[in-house]
């Protein structure tokens, strides 16, 4: 996303603050205003002071007017600071909340395409970083800008020929922030990989502590870890001391053009073209024209960061969401479960076809096994029939609709699915139990859990039902998350199954149990089953064969064995 | 926060020097008025001339130039000692964190291990920094600015006192109240960024269920609270500059008020109330400066707390210093009534359990999902405290050990097939640091993963990190050799032979028997074909052992066991 196009957006967000932003910039210019007027209103006290001469009704009137101005301007800037802070923290608010609505409607290939990390890194870390820049931006660049231009107007009018001198020198210290920011920038970048390489050997050391405990290896680990940590000193001490270097040098640029002004100033006393008060005052706007420069010039770099981060969030914000439901959708309810597949064809990318031309036909009720060796593209089935992909071309038609002439919640509400990677939510076991029926009495619940053999495990919890499992299941084994999986459907009871591999981090025993369960459930219920027990799959209806990501035969147990093709020399082996 | 002071113990030159040459160079930038008066009062006002002012200048000149010179050597200093501290803090953390017991690492987990070992070190890096450079300086310049005031007029410069008194007062009380306010924003992130996490793994289940409308709805109520907390924050922090400029410019007004009563009676100079109002700006300034980065400042301490509650976490296994003396009998290893419940559990993992295990045995142990046999040989290398009962390793309980002696007694094959990036060799010596090739080989022969070796190009094969570059049967057998180079006499597998086919599984059973050292076994398997050639077959249920006894033994008298065999058993046939 190009920069222009970037502010424009961001431009855009702000516009719903409109007449905050407006009183935001008033208050700032205001503001400027009156602290420019300050040193002023001093110059002239001062200028009453003469030796033997002081004018006291003249320095009291300027000293109330000081009170006065300092008054309004402490007022207006921390009215200032509170709107600054409202519109960054609501405009941040809007992109967040912007960003995970996308992440609703966002198609799966998206999702699957990109790691957590990432998507997570660009809703939270980068609209942080943005809220910074932006926070800054409003706080100090605008009013960094109008004070340079404020000081300016008024040394003119004071003395043009000192406030020449000012500004020729002054740049200078925005040329030695360059120059100092473009060289420090390859020590940064050591700095950041030294830092990885640390992160990536903590995170496999402390990730896998156990191992390392088992095996003794502490001493070990802590070696190398201090290799790398030494490293790190190194190039960290480096970025961090010449970076710092910046402030100083900047000071110093500052400290430059005062001992100048003082210079040229005092000449200009001499000669009879300024009192000492106006000298002073110059002497003051001198330190205050050249502060901005310091603080726009480190803006400048955090907007620009600011800047590249809200390009990544506007990148998600922008994504091509999946093709709306129909506005004439009709909503599927209690289907009876009969499916038909014709001429379906899909693919991930357009290079590598998958399944074509594929046709089959579930009648209400039947069970429909998908096997194949690893990796062969069994989830893609699941994909098309909970409509998570878009097929190609080709209809598929759940009791005579097609798929995508009904509500996706609907469709999706006709299948429960158990998939062979748990998740659960974090919250208590009752609210991931009733995830597909909220309104379910705990009598009922407990039915399901019970039928799911996950009753017992759930009753010796600390709290039963109510215990608070933490991210994605916690302290739960592999098999026990597959158990309230299970008991979720058992709740909800949908017309159509979807179980991938539904048991297989289950003990043998429990296994047959949950497998009778099954077999009950799946009475009258139309269902898909990826496994590999060759008896679940005998018994199955349709037999789908897939390899590599085609389904290459169909048919049941007889037929394909008679067939003697992939299935029966997988049958075989 | 006290804790981690000390890891700047070894740059207590450097803690000196930093702020000692921050403070030269603030004394220089404190001369500056002084040199200003002078050209106003004996330049201007006495007619000492373009001379006099020209020399004045360059004295300017010479100030700025030493100034910068200290004001580097004072950067230097403090990014060593910032740097040299995050280091030390670094080592020791993580020193600290291998240290802690498995009930701890269970307890902490391990992704807020990893922030606070990077992000939040980086951060009190950041802030020892600071806390050098500037909250010496700023103090410095604010107390000097008055000490000078005061050289130059007594009365005018009570004005000062009571300047710093309130500002003292409104930083102090503003730091106060928002620290605890930053830390609940840092929360509420926290929870915006575990929704997000959330329903990016788990979005095809909750697309499924049709929750996207959901959790919009609790997505956008965790962003407004966290909105919320900002602004509450925010407006705090608001009120810093806006409190001191009021302050520092009444005090200017007092002072400016009170300089001319000075001057009226002839007590002080015109150039001299000059003098005094730059003092008074540069407080100002400096405040400035110092409120825009108490915000940072804070940060800081938000992480340090979040550091020393980690140091705080005590690990609760203590380990003896010294070894008492055991009676190698040949019983190997002796469970009495052992009894085992995980912190914040509800009940016991594991009741009663008590059994022997004479030297040279194998042992099997079967059960379950969650019926406790991951937790029963846990406790037999320790990583556990029985909470009941002990453990006996050698006639001796395993409290009684060293932690090194224990951990050479015991080679374990853990669940998790675990390898680290580098190579077959590095891995393979995590067993033993000093194995010989030839030791090397032999366990690789056994672990029946010679054709993966000699197919990734020997020992010296890379392995990536977590042994992505390999399948998880071919690391299940790596992690087999690893333990058998151990040569410990008890070896454990832990459920470690389960991507393995059954022929693999039996000939690496039978090249564990056939150890010349002949460990003493113990083998954890959901598959009875697996543990059915043992001396002894645990059969566990619920934490409670159902069944002790060899196949046949178990066939004819344990209900549970012979469950299991008939699934299985079946299970095979129609396979």
Redesign the interface.
């Known amino acids: 996303m190009k920069q222009g196009k970037v502010l424009k957006k961001v431009f855009s967000y702000l516009k719903r603050y409109n007449w905050l932003m407006l009183l935001s910039v008033l208050f700032a210019a205001v503001i400027v205003a009156l602290t420019l007027y300050v040193p002023i209103l001093i110059g002239d006290a001062i200028d009453a002071i003469a030796e033997g001469a002081v004018n006291f009704e003249l320095v009291m009137f300027y000293l109330k007017r000081v009170v006065a101005v300092v008054l309004a301007t402490a007022l207006l800037q921390w009215l200032m600071n509170v709107i600054n802070n409202h519109v960054t923290y609501h405009v941040v608010r809007d992109i967040r909340k912007e960003a995970f609505d996308k992440l609703q409607i966002l198609p799966l290939k998206y999702v699957d395409r990109h790691p957590y990390g990432e998507i997570v890194s660009r809703i939270i870390t980068d609209v942080d970083t943005f809220a910074d820049g932006l926070l800054m931006g409003f706080t100090q660049l605008f009013t960094g800008i109008v004070t340079i231009l404020g000081t300016l107007v008024i040394m003119l009018t004071l003395n043009p020929m000192i406030t020449l001198v000012v500004v020729v020198i002054t740049p200078l210290s925005l040329f030695v922030a360059n120059f100092i920011a473009t060289h420090t920038y390859a020590m940064f970048k050591t700095q950041s990989e030294t830092r990885g390489e640390q992160t990536a050997f903590v995170e496999e050391m402390i990730g896998n502590a156990k191992v390392v405990k088992a095996f003794g290896r502490e001493d070990e680990s802590m070696e190398v870890f201090d290799d790398i940590n030494d490293r790190l000193q190194k190039c960290s001490l480096k970025a961090i001391f010449y970076s710092s270097l910046t402030n100083p040098c900047t000071r110093f640029v500052n400290s430059i053009v005062y001992a100048c002004v003082a210079l040229t100033g005092a000449f200009t006393v001499l000669s009879g073209n300024m009192t000492v008060g106006i000298l002073s005052c110059f002497l003051n706007y001198a330190n205050q024209y050249t502060k901005p420069f310091n603080e726009v010039s480190g803006v400048v770099t955090e907007l620009q960061n600011a800047i590249a981060c809200a390009g990544r969030i506007f990148e998600l914000i922008e994504e091509q969401p999946q093709v709306p439901d129909e506005a004439s959708a009709a909503e599927l309810s209690d289907a009876s479960g009969e499916i038909v597949c014709e001429n379906v064809s899909f693919s991930y990318t357009p290079e590598q076809k998958l399944i074509e031309d594929f046709n089959v036909r579930v009648k209400p009720g039947q069970k429909v096994a998908i096997v194949g060796p690893t990796g062969c593209g069994k989830t893609t089935v699941i994909n098309l029939l909970m409509r998570f992909y878009d097929v190609k071309s080709g209809e598929i038609k759940v009791d005579g609709n097609e798929i995508r002439h009904v509500t996706r919640k609907s469709l999706r509400q006709n299948y429960g699915m158990v998939l062979q990677e748990t998740w659960l939510k974090s919250g208590t076991i009752r609210d991931n139990i009733k995830m597909g029926k909220p309104q379910a009495t705990d009598e009922e619940m407990i039915e399901a859990a019970k039928a799911a053999y996950a009753h017992s495990f759930i009753k010796r919890l600390p709290k039963g039902y109510d215990t608070v499992i933490g991210e994605d299941g916690g302290m739960l084994s592999q098999g026990q998350k597959q158990l309230l999986c299970i008991s979720r459907i058992m709740l909800s009871l949908p017309p159509m199954l979807i179980l991938d591999e539904a048991t297989s981090s289950i003990d043998t025993r429990t296994e047959m149990k949950i497998q009778s369960a099954f077999t009950r459930l799946m009475q009258g219920r139309t269902s898909f089953i990826v496994a590999h027990r060759l008896s679940t799959i005998r018994d199955a209806d349709i037999i789908l064969v897939m390899k590599d990501g085609n389904i290459i035969e169909q048919g049941n147990h007889q037929e394909l064995l008679a067939a003697g093709g992939f299935y029966a020399q997988l049958y075989n082996s | 926060m006290k804790r981690l002071l000390i890891y700047l113990k070894d740059y207590k030159k450097e803690c000196v020097l930093a702020p000692l040459f921050k403070m030269l160079?603030a004394s220089f930038e404190l001369i500056?008025p002084l040199?200003?008066a002078a050209?106003?009062d004996t330049?201007?006002?006495e007619g000492a001339g373009?001379g006099y002012?020209?020399k004045?200048?360059l004295v300017?000149?010479a100030?700025?130039?030493v100034?910068?010179i200290s004001?580097?050597t004072a950067?230097?200093f403090s990014?060593?000692a910032?740097?040299?501290y995050?280091?030390k803090l670094?080592?020791a953390l993580?020193?600290h964190?291998?240290?802690?017991?498995?009930s701890e690492?269970?307890r902490i987990g391990?992704s807020t291990?990893?922030t606070r070992?990077?992000s939040d070190v980086?951060q009190t890096?950041t802030g020892v920094?600071m806390v050098l450079?500037l909250f010496l300086r700023s103090p410095f310049v604010v107390f000097g600015a008055m000490i000078m005031a005061f050289t130059i007029d007594v009365k005018a410069a009570v004005s000062f006192v009571a300047a710093i008194v309130l500002l003292l007062i409104v930083v102090g009380g503003i730091t106060k109240i928002s620290i605890p306010l930053m830390k609940q924003v840092q929360g509420r992130?926290d929870e915006?960024?575990?929704?997000?996490?959330?329903?990016?793994?788990?979005?095809?289940?909750l697309?499924?269920?049709?929750?996207?409308e959901e959790?919009?709805q609790r997505?956008?109520e965790k962003?407004?609270s966290?909105?919320q907390h900002?602004?509450k924050a925010?407006?705090v922090?608001?009120?810093m500059?806006?409190?001191t400029?009021?302050i520092i410019?009444?005090a200017?007004?007092w002072l400016?008020?009170t300089?001319?009563?000075q001057?009226?009676h002839?007590v002080l100079?015109?150039?001299e109330?000059?003098a005094l109002?730059?003092y008074m700006?540069q407080i100002l300034?400096e405040l400035i400066k110092l409120a825009n980065l108490i915000i940072t400042m804070n940060k800081a301490l938000a992480s340090a707390n979040r550091i020393a509650d980690v140091f705080e976490i005590e690990t609760s296994m203590e380990w003896k210093d010294s070894a008492m003396s055991s009676e190698p009998g040949d019983i190997a290893v002796r469970f009495e009534h052992v009894g085992l419940t995980y912190n914040?559990?509800?009940?016991e993992a594991l009741t009663d359990i008590d059994f022997t295990v004479k030297r040279g045995q194998t042992i099997g142990v079967i059960?379950?999902?969650?019926?406790g046999k991951s937790s029963l040989i846990h406790l037999i290398?320790r990583?556990y405290d029985a909470t009941k009962g002990g453990v006996f390793v050698d006639g001796k309980n395993v409290r009684d050990y060293t932690?090194?002696e224990l951990?050479?007694k015991i080679a374990?094959v853990?669940q998790?097939a675990?390898l680290?990036?580098g190579t077959i060799e590095s891995n393979l010596k995590?067993?033993k640091?000093d194995a010989t090739p030839e030791e090397m080989e032999q366990a690789i022969v056994a672990a029946q993963v010679a054709d993966v070796v000699k197919a990734k190009g020997g020992l010296s094969g890379e392995v990536a990190?977590?042994g992505k570059n390999l399948s998880g049967g071919q690391r299940q057998r790596l992690t087999i050799a690893?333990a058998l180079v151990?040569q410990a006499p008890i070896l454990i597998l832990d459920d470690s032979a389960s991507a393995l086919d059954m022929a693999t599984d039996a000939k690496l059973r039978k090249a564990i028997r056939e150890l010349s050292y002949q460990p003493t076994v113990f083998i954890v398997s959901?598959r009875t074909n697996a543990i059915m050639d043992a001396d002894q077959i645990i059969v566990l249920d619920d934490g409670q052992i159902e069944g002790i006894g060899t196949h046949e033994e178990l066939l004819s008298n344990c209900v549970?066991y012979k469950?299991?065999y008939e699934?299985?058993f079946k299970?095979e046939v129609?396979?």
């Open positions: 160079e500056v040199v200003v050209i106003i330049g201007i006002g373009k002012i020209v004045a200048c300017l000149f100030l700025a130039f100034g910068l004001s580097v950067q230097f990014a060593k910032a740097v040299g995050a280091t670094r080592h993580f020193g964190l291998q240290s802690l017991s498995y690492i269970d391990t291990m990893i070992m990077t980086n890096q920094n450079r992130l915006v960024l575990l929704v997000a996490r959330e329903n990016l793994v788990g979005i095809r289940v697309r499924a269920f049709c929750k996207e959790e919009v997505f956008a962003n407004a966290l909105t900002q602004n925010g407006s922090s608001a009120l500059n806006p409190l400029y009021i410019n009444l200017i007004v400016i008020h300089g001319a009563v001057v009226h002839g100079t015109q150039g109330v000059v109002y730059n700006s300034v914040g559990a509800g009940e059960g379950g999902t969650g019926s290398p990583f932690q090194e951990e050479k374990v853990p998790k675990v680290f990036k995590w067993g640091e990190q977590n690893r151990k959901q549970v469950e299991i699934s299985q299970k129609t396979a």
